[in-house]
Protein backbone atom coordinates (compact mmCIF):
# COMPACT_ATOMS: atom_id res chain seq x y z
CA UNK A 1 0.00 0.00 0.00
CA UNK A 2 1.20 3.67 -0.89
CA UNK A 3 0.50 6.82 1.10
CA UNK A 4 1.25 10.36 -0.23
CA UNK A 5 1.00 13.26 1.56
CA UNK A 6 1.12 16.79 -0.01
CA UNK A 7 1.49 19.73 1.94
CA UNK A 8 2.72 23.10 1.22
CA UNK A 9 -0.25 25.09 -0.48
CA UNK A 10 -1.21 28.02 0.74
CA UNK A 11 -2.48 31.52 -0.49
CA UNK A 12 0.08 33.71 -1.96
CA UNK A 13 0.41 36.85 -4.46
CA UNK A 14 0.62 36.71 -8.51
CA UNK A 15 4.30 36.50 -8.83
CA UNK A 16 5.51 34.70 -5.72
CA UNK A 17 6.28 30.77 -4.92
CA UNK A 18 5.35 28.32 -3.08
CA UNK A 19 6.99 24.85 -2.79
CA UNK A 20 4.72 21.79 -2.44
CA UNK A 21 5.85 18.50 -1.09
CA UNK A 22 4.49 15.31 -1.26
CA UNK A 23 5.75 12.70 0.97
CA UNK A 24 5.46 8.75 0.12
CA UNK A 25 4.95 5.71 2.00
CA UNK A 26 5.37 2.22 0.99
CA UNK A 27 6.64 1.54 -2.06
CA UNK A 28 7.54 4.72 -4.70
CA UNK A 29 11.42 3.92 -5.65
CA UNK A 30 11.19 2.61 -9.21
CA UNK A 31 8.40 4.61 -10.10
CA UNK A 32 7.66 8.22 -12.03
CA UNK A 33 6.05 10.59 -9.86
CA UNK A 34 3.59 12.82 -11.38
CA UNK A 35 1.91 16.13 -10.01
CA UNK A 36 -1.56 17.50 -11.41
CA UNK A 37 -4.04 20.57 -10.76
CA UNK A 38 -7.60 20.64 -10.79
CA UNK A 39 -9.41 23.86 -10.45
CA UNK A 40 -12.92 24.31 -9.82
CA UNK A 41 -15.02 23.01 -12.68
CA UNK A 42 -12.55 21.84 -14.47
CA UNK A 43 -10.56 18.74 -15.02
CA UNK A 44 -7.65 17.50 -13.32
CA UNK A 45 -4.67 18.24 -15.55
CA UNK A 46 -1.05 17.14 -15.69
CA UNK A 47 1.37 20.09 -14.69
CA UNK A 48 5.09 18.01 -14.82
CA UNK A 49 6.58 14.49 -13.86
CA UNK A 50 9.69 13.07 -12.80
CA UNK A 51 11.78 9.82 -13.50
CA UNK A 52 12.37 7.19 -10.58
CA UNK A 53 16.33 8.46 -10.16
CA UNK A 54 15.02 12.57 -10.30
CA UNK A 55 17.16 13.07 -13.51
CA UNK A 56 14.21 13.46 -16.11
CA UNK A 57 11.90 15.87 -15.80
CA UNK A 58 8.80 17.19 -17.88
CA UNK A 59 6.42 19.66 -17.67
CA UNK A 60 3.18 20.79 -19.16
CA UNK A 61 3.58 24.11 -21.43
CA UNK A 62 1.87 26.57 -19.35
CA UNK A 63 4.26 25.81 -16.20
CA UNK A 64 7.89 25.19 -18.34
CA UNK A 65 10.17 27.83 -16.94
CA UNK A 66 8.31 28.45 -13.35
CA UNK A 67 7.48 24.83 -11.92
CA UNK A 68 10.48 22.65 -10.68
CA UNK A 69 9.87 19.21 -9.59
CA UNK A 70 12.78 17.26 -7.77
CA UNK A 71 12.58 14.33 -5.60
CA UNK A 72 14.57 12.94 -2.74
CA UNK A 73 14.70 9.41 -2.84
CA UNK A 74 16.23 8.72 0.66
CA UNK A 75 13.25 11.02 2.47
CA UNK A 76 10.59 9.66 -0.33
CA UNK A 77 9.48 12.80 -0.96
CA UNK A 78 8.93 14.41 -4.13
CA UNK A 79 8.58 17.93 -4.15
CA UNK A 80 6.90 20.75 -6.82
CA UNK A 81 8.57 24.33 -6.80
CA UNK A 82 6.44 26.82 -8.07
CA UNK A 83 8.07 30.32 -9.13
CA UNK A 84 6.05 33.44 -10.84
CA UNK A 85 3.16 31.83 -10.04
CA UNK A 86 -0.30 33.56 -11.94
CA UNK A 87 -3.87 33.23 -10.50
CA UNK A 88 -4.65 30.76 -13.53
CA UNK A 89 -2.75 28.55 -11.36
CA UNK A 90 -4.59 28.56 -8.66
CA UNK A 91 -6.06 24.57 -7.98
CA UNK A 92 -5.72 21.93 -5.80
CA UNK A 93 -2.44 19.89 -6.57
CA UNK A 94 -2.11 16.12 -6.39
CA UNK A 95 0.63 14.56 -6.31
CA UNK A 96 0.57 10.66 -7.59
CA UNK A 97 2.47 7.26 -8.31
CA UNK A 98 2.64 6.98 -11.88
CA UNK A 99 1.71 2.99 -12.80
CA UNK A 100 3.56 3.50 -16.23
CA UNK A 101 6.69 5.06 -15.87
CA UNK A 102 8.52 8.09 -17.09
CA UNK A 103 8.14 7.15 -21.36
CA UNK A 104 9.72 10.16 -22.37
CA UNK A 105 7.69 12.67 -20.49
CA UNK A 106 5.09 13.14 -22.50
CA UNK A 107 1.59 14.23 -21.48
CA UNK A 108 -0.57 11.87 -19.56
CA UNK A 109 -3.98 11.75 -18.09
CA UNK A 110 -5.09 10.54 -14.65
CA UNK A 111 -5.41 7.35 -15.43
CA UNK A 112 -2.14 6.91 -15.44
CA UNK A 113 -1.66 7.28 -11.56
CA UNK A 114 -2.26 4.29 -9.51
CA UNK A 115 -2.27 6.38 -5.76
CA UNK A 116 -2.84 10.03 -4.96
CA UNK A 117 -2.70 12.60 -2.43
CA UNK A 118 -5.21 13.96 -0.81
CA UNK A 119 -4.25 17.12 -2.70
CA UNK A 120 -3.04 20.86 -1.52
CA UNK A 121 -4.85 24.09 -2.33
CA UNK A 122 -2.78 26.50 -3.94
CA UNK A 123 -4.15 30.17 -4.34
CA UNK A 124 -2.74 32.44 -6.39
CA UNK A 125 -4.40 36.31 -5.66
CA UNK A 126 -3.97 39.09 -8.65
Known amino acids: QVQLIESGGGLVQAGGSLRLSCAASGRTFGYAMDWFRQAPGKEREFVGTISWSGGDTAYEDSVKGRFTISRDIAKNTVYLQMNSLKPEDTAVYYC????????????????????WGQGTQVTVSS
Open 96 to 115: GRDRYGFRGGRTRGPENVDY
